[in-house]
């Protein structure tokens, strides 16, 4: 009883999930992604196997509709299923069985698969292409979100919200770029899980990002940042004057405490981003 998209960007080669349920912890059992093999999302009277299952035989050099029908014809319970699958080479399916509660369906087109079951409407499956297609120039994470959030405005699981949950997975988009995770997020029990989904993307572009440009601080900011230091206790005494090795110990040691180690530069440079973020944070703590 869940709606899902399952993505792939043409651009970049990144995989991903967005769903979203009324149903407790939906990222548990429906979204599975790896990275250069392919995404899957299952549900309505979910088999779980199908993720794992499915990513294998995407990974033994399958198509997306070749796995879909080993689905159809192994399972007995297929009549009940439901599935959207995408494969690293943009292949894709979208299968409903004939026993899903109504409004089931879906809509597959390359590098794309929608489902829902319980839905409103049609209408829920047609916002989320709709969205899915205008946010070509977004972020795969952005574009998946943007399409659930579609779908959730158009009336979603006609039984109501709980959870929802982004998975997605891109060469070296990992942290420190030394795997494919990417992202992970989940809203397991939330009264606006979709809404939630995006207050965690903001906050996780936010952590994982490394700076898109960076800049010397000005002698206003940098003195800002070590009466910082001193007030949270990263340093007991700072000189003043240019940036030294007491200010870049103590300034890492504060990137730290606010896991922004991905956004730090060192020598007097800071991400503007990451300058804004600590501004507002600790607003009022220095005088």
């Known amino acids: 009883m869940t709606f899902s998209i399952v993505g792939r960007d043409a651009r ?6 967005a769903v979203a349920s009324k149903f407790l912890a939906v990222g548990a ?13 299952t549900q309505s009277y979910v088999n779980p196997t199908f993720g ?16 879909g029908a080993h689905f159809q014809a192994t399972d007995p319970g297929i009549a009940q299923r439901q599935f959207g699958l995408v494969g690293a080479d943009g292949s894709s399916v979208t299968f409903t069985g004939p026993d899903c509660h109504a409004w089931a369906g879906g ?19 047609e916002a ?22 579609a779908g959730d405005a158009a009336g ?5 919200r709980q959870s929802a949950a982004l998975l997605c997975a891109g060469p070296g988009r990992g942290y420190g770029g030394l795997t494919d995770d990417w992202v992970n997020l989940r809203a397991d029990d939330h009264a606006d899980p979709c809404r939630e ?28 940042l070590r009466a910082l230091l001193l007030a949270q206790g990263h340093a ?30 060192p020598g007097g440079q800071v991400d503007p981003v990451a300058l804004a973020y600590l501004r507002a944070q600790y607003a009022g703590h220095v005088r």
């Not at 590098?111 to 839905?119: F, K, M, P, T």
């Not at 977004?138 to 959030?149: D, E, T, V």
């Open 12 to 17: 970049t080669g990144d995989l991903g999930v």
């Open 29 to 41: 059992l429906v979204p599975f992604v790896r990275g250069g093999v392919g995404a899957v999302a």
């Open 52 to 67: 794992p299952e499915g990513l294998r035989l995407l990974a033994s050099g399958l198509d997306a509709a070749a796995v």
């Open 107 to 125: 809509y597959a087109a390359a590098d794309v698969a929608i489902q829902g079951n319980v839905l409103a409407g049609p209408g829920v499956v």
């Open 128 to 149: 989320m292409r709709a969205a899915w297609e205008a946010g070509a120039e977004l972020s795969l994470p952005r574009r998946l979100l943007a399409a659930l959030n």
């Open 156 to 160: 979603g699981d006609r039984r109501g």
């Open 197 to 224: 989904l995006a207050r965690l993307l903001d906050l996780h572009d936010l952590l994982f990002t490394r700076p898109e440009t960076t800049r010397p601080l000005t002698d206003e900011e940098l003195a800002w």
């Open 236 to 265: 007991t005494a700072l000189p003043g004057g240019p940036w030294d090795a007491d200010t870049e110990a103590a300034a890492w040691a504060l990137f730290g405490t606010e896991n922004l180690e991905e956004r730090w530069a």
